[in-house]
């Protein structure tokens, strides 16, 4: 698993004289499967994999997890062992997300 960290800088002009910086960190991670971690919750993660068809398949953690919070909270394997994982693509709920990043 390789980790980065990237800073984005999004500044906002109010006035002429004054204006509003606003820094928002962004963690990627190169995996070797989807995962969806407890452990990564609220951290605004972007996570990269290749796919069983050699496509990369890149996610927002945060994003998908809001979008399906219910889903992972009911699942016997995220409430045992924290995360959710498939090896071969993004799952077909995922898939049909309009925006993944």
């Given at each position: 698993m390789t980790k980065s960290k990237n800073s984005v800088v999004v500044a906002n002009t109010i006035a002429p004289t004054t204006s509003t910086v606003t820094t928002v960190t962004t963690n990627s991670?190169?995996?070797?499967?989807?995962?969806?971690?407890?452990?990564?919750?609220?951290?605004?993660?972007i996570i990269s994999f290749t796919n069983n068809k050699s496509v990369l398949c890149t996610y927002d953690h945060d994003l998908v997890y809001n979008a399906f919070k219910a889903k992972f909270d009911l699942m016997p394997c995220f409430e045992k062992y924290g995360s959710?994982?498939?090896?071969?693509?993004?799952?077909?709920?995922?898939?049909?997300?309009?925006?993944?990043?």
């Open positions: 991670i190169t995996t070797k499967r989807f995962v969806i971690r407890k452990s990564l919750i609220g951290s605004n993660t959710y994982t498939n090896t071969n693509n993004l799952p077909a709920f995922v898939r049909a997300l309009p925006n993944l990043v």
